[in-house]
């Protein structure tokens, strides 16, 4: 059991064991445990005292806080022992919605191309120089992997992309040698339609 989660059952205990409601738990033990012991810190001497000797007799008897929360009847057992529900886990965001958060914090001097893109589909970023852009390339944890080039669309913009795996061309031998077809003039074939004319 945590340490604000026992403080806030104990006191709880105390409030229970002398008649009074414990104030509604909140969303965490410890918050719960500060509102239950400011209840607390506004008791009389007297009231304060009652409720430590009686509390720390049920616990004794019982075995455990829990158990002597139990004894009392249902309502009030049901509002001192279940917290609110644990707050909201907050929604991973898209891949989208990550990359539109991160080009907020972009310069406008640097804009998302309006055309060339990265691996995802997302726009690459735009350098106004290439020095600027070779800059920036040196500051990168994979920049023996990054070119800079200039952008086909945009003039004066420049950006940063990987080199292929790809990009040394295997050996070439007679076995791997195919003829060059050109795209316009491909060689016609019978269209076989399955036995149907």
Same mark, same amino acid.
Request: with cysteine; glycine share 8%; charged share 20%.
């Given at each position: 059991?945590?340490?604000?989660? =026992?403080?806030?059952?104990?006191?709880?205990?105390?409030?229970?064991?002398?008649?009074?409601?414990p104030?509604?738990?909140?969303?965490?033990?410890k918050?719960?445990?500060?509102?239950?012991?400011?209840?607390?810190?506004?008791?009389?001497?007297?009231?304060?005292?009652?409720?430590? &000797?009686?509390?720390?007799?049920?616990?004794? #008897?019982?075995?455990?806080?829990?158990? $002597?929360?139990?004894?009392?009847?249902?309502?009030?057992? #049901? &509002?001192?022992?279940?917290?609110?529900?644990?707050?909201?886990?907050?929604?991973?965001?898209?891949r989208? #919605?990550? @990359?539109? &958060?991160?080009?907020?914090?972009?310069?406008?001097?640097?804009?998302?191309?309006?055309? +060339?893109?990265?691996?995802?589909?997302?726009?690459? &970023?735009?350098?106004?120089?290439? =020095?600027? $852009?070779?800059?920036?390339?040196?500051?990168?944890?994979?920049?023996?992997?990054?070119?800079?080039?200039?952008?086909?669309?945009?003039?004066? @913009?420049?950006?940063?992309?990987?080199?292929?795996?790809?990009?040394?061309?295997?050996?070439?031998?007679?076995?791997?040698?195919l003829?060059?077809?050109?795209?316009?003039? +491909?060689?016609?074939?019978? @269209? =076989?339609?399955?036995g149907?004319?």
């Amino acid at each position: 059991m945590t340490p604000g989660k =026992e403080v806030a059952r104990r006191l709880a205990l105390y409030l229970i064991s002398i008649g009074l409601s414990p104030v509604p738990a909140a969303s965490s033990y410890k918050r719960w445990g500060a509102a239950l012991q400011i209840q607390y810190n506004t008791l009389g001497v007297d009231q304060r005292r009652l409720a430590r &000797r009686t509390g720390r007799r049920l616990t004794r #008897e019982f075995g455990s806080i829990a158990k $002597a929360i139990a004894s009392f009847p249902s309502q009030i057992v #049901e &509002r001192t022992l279940v917290a609110n529900p644990r707050p909201a886990v907050p929604r991973t965001m898209t891949r989208q #919605e990550q @990359f539109l &958060r991160k080009i907020r914090n972009w310069s406008s001097l640097t804009p998302p191309c309006p055309s +060339c893109r990265m691996g995802g589909g997302f726009p690459k &970023r735009s350098w106004p120089s290439r =020095e600027w $852009a070779e800059e920036v390339r040196g500051r990168q944890h994979d920049r023996n992997t990054l070119r800079v080039f200039k952008c086909p669309v945009q003039p004066g @913009f420049w950006h940063l992309g990987h080199v292929g795996r790809h990009a040394a061309s295997p050996p070439t031998t007679k076995d791997n040698l195919l003829p060059a077809i050109s795209p316009g003039k +491909c060689p016609s074939v019978a @269209f =076989e339609t399955g036995g149907q004319a």
